[in-house]
């Protein structure tokens, strides 16, 4: 069956340091998102993104965090300068064949050290 | 908007007695609605979605939901509990074109 996958499974960064998370998607999924969740807490919605743009952003997604789809596979979130409080899961998910069904990969664990 | 109330943060069952978690949605309509289980250290897996079709919504692992629109619930229940169930459950909603948003998660621990 296929899934989404994500690597790191795991990353460890120093504060001020750019990270980049990788995902890719179910092969014909369109739309793609990320979220975190912080330990202990709920999941949260970052971004979603749809043919080559962002469709709709939370307030938690500011000009430090970016994504892309630099192929026709890859799904990335980079987070430019990361602090201490990025530290977190992020999952990152795409649409299935019914528009409301996420399907979610394993999530990185970013530890900020 | 959408929104999900998971009214009980911790849940505790001795394995082999039924399992109760509780969700509320506030909509104008008839939404569709999630539930996701996420065992320790791991990722996000489907448990069922209802989306208008059945009422009464089955799922893997024998658990069931069932969307009450008349008490804007959809509470997630399983008939005998086992050890693998312990985990952090989610409902969760789409909210708009372009996002879920999630429960604040119901941890359930299974006693021996």
């Keep these: 069956e296929p899934e989404v996958t994500q690597t790191p499974s795991h990353q460890v960064t120093q504060m001020g340091q750019e990270v980049i998370l990788r995902c890719v998607p179910i092969s014909n999924h369109l739309y793609f998102y990320w979220y975190r969740q912080i330990l202990g807490q709920k999941v949260e919605f970052l971004v979603s993104f749809y043919n080559n743009e962002i469709s709709e952003k939370s307030e938690i997604f500011d000009d430090q965090f970016s994504v892309e789809r630099p192929d026709g596979s890859n799904f990335t979130l980079k987070i430019r300068s990361t602090k201490l409080e990025d530290s977190a899961m992020y999952f990152c998910a795409s649409n299935g064949p019914f528009f409301y069904e996420q399907y979610f990969g394993p999530g990185t664990r970013l530890t900020v050290t | ?112």
């Design chain 2, 1 to 112: 908007a959408q929104s999900v109330t998971q009214l009980d943060s911790h849940v505790s069952v001795s394995e082999g007695t039924p399992v109760l978690l509780r969700c509320n949605y506030s909509s104008s309509y008839s939404p569709s609605l999630f539930w996701y289980v996420q065992h320790p250290n791991k990722g996000l897996q489907l448990l069922l979605k209802y989306t208008s079709a059945a009422t009464l919504v089955k799922g893997i692992n024998g658990f069931e939901a069932e969307f009450k629109k008349s008490e804007t619930s959809f509470h997630l229940t399983k008939p005998s509990a086992h050890m693998s169930d312990a985990a952090e459950y989610f409902c969760v909603a789409p909210s708009g074109t372009y996002k879920y948003i999630f429960g604040t998660g119901t941890r359930l621990k299974v006693l021996a």
